[in-house]
């Protein structure tokens, strides 16, 4: 049977200020969407997961948990993939900075964000960075509903 | 809404944190208390067990990562147990196995510390 709303292009959008207890609030919303696009179990607790920790940077790193500013969400779902765009309009960062983290050494010294970002980069099948210093910061993460 | 716990039993001379809920940057801070009291106590033998922990986060992983030098250099360690695969996926993601041992029990987790006393 054909699932009519794969076929759609379906937009959706979330505001939240950047305070750590949205977290949830975000979580459950995006698992609400992952789930309704039909994406089984596993990919819908990773896609939640990656869009906790962009948020989390957010919050952290581009807003130094200041609650007054907004996190801006903006998801797209297509027959062919989910992409979610978490963008804040902080300072912006340089990717070059955000080294891999070495678990094994440095236990301490994680690059600020490092783990978070090398999360997402193994839970999504895609994680862009777009990136226009000073004025916003997007990041885009895809799940494909089948590999690509 | 996200609630999470952490539960303590001092078992002997090591400790069991029981984590239920979800851990996550709102949430981690109660997690850091609760390890710091531990630590502040000097008892440095922890068992994290995770049976009723539903969801965690790389700020959760970032705990381990802050307290396990100060717990190692007193000669203890931060045991993990009772992940379901859920969280566990998110250790292993971050290559935590080769930096922590992970038992599928308590029990287990307690018996090492004796078997290297």
């Known amino acids: 049977m054909k699932n009519m709303k794969k076929d759609k292009t379906e937009t959706y959008r979330l505001q939240v200020s950047a305070e750590t207890k949205n977290l949830g609030i975000v979580r459950d919303f995006i698992r609400r969407l992952a789930k309704e696009a039909g994406f089984d179990k596993e990919k819908i607790e990773q896609i939640e997961l990656a869009v906790d920790e962009a948020c989390t940077n957010v919050i952290k790193h581009a807003y130094r948990y200041d609650a007054s500013k907004m996190i801006d969400l903006r998801i797209r779902i297509d027959r062919k993939k989910i992409t979610i765009s978490v963008i804040d309009y902080g300072g912006g960062f340089d990717l070059a900075k955000i080294k891999q983290p070495d678990i094994s050494h440095n236990v301490k010294n994680a690059k600020a964000g490092g783990l978070g970002i090398h999360l997402m980069k193994k839970l999504m099948d895609e994680v862009q960075f777009h990136i226009e210093p000073g004025k916003k910061t997007e990041v885009r993460l895809i799940k494909f509903r089948s590999k690509p | ?117």
């Open chain 2, 1 to 117: 809404m996200s609630v999470f716990q952490v539960k303590r039993e001092d078992k002997g001379d090591v400790t069991v944190l029981y984590l239920s809920g979800f851990l996550d940057a709102h949430t981690v801070p109660q997690f850091e208390n609760a390890l710091q009291q531990v630590l502040d106590e000097k008892r440095y033998k922890i068992v994290v067990n995770f049976r009723d922990l539903e969801y965690i986060s790389s700020a959760g992983l970032g705990v381990f990562m802050g307290f396990i030098e100060e717990v190692r250099s007193n000669d203890g360690d931060i045991k993990l147990s009772n992940m379901s695969q859920r969280v566990y996926k998110v250790f292993d993601l971050l290559g935590f196995p080769a930096l922590f041992e992970i038992f599928e029990t308590e029990e287990e987790a307690i018996d090492k510390f004796k078997s290297t006393d």
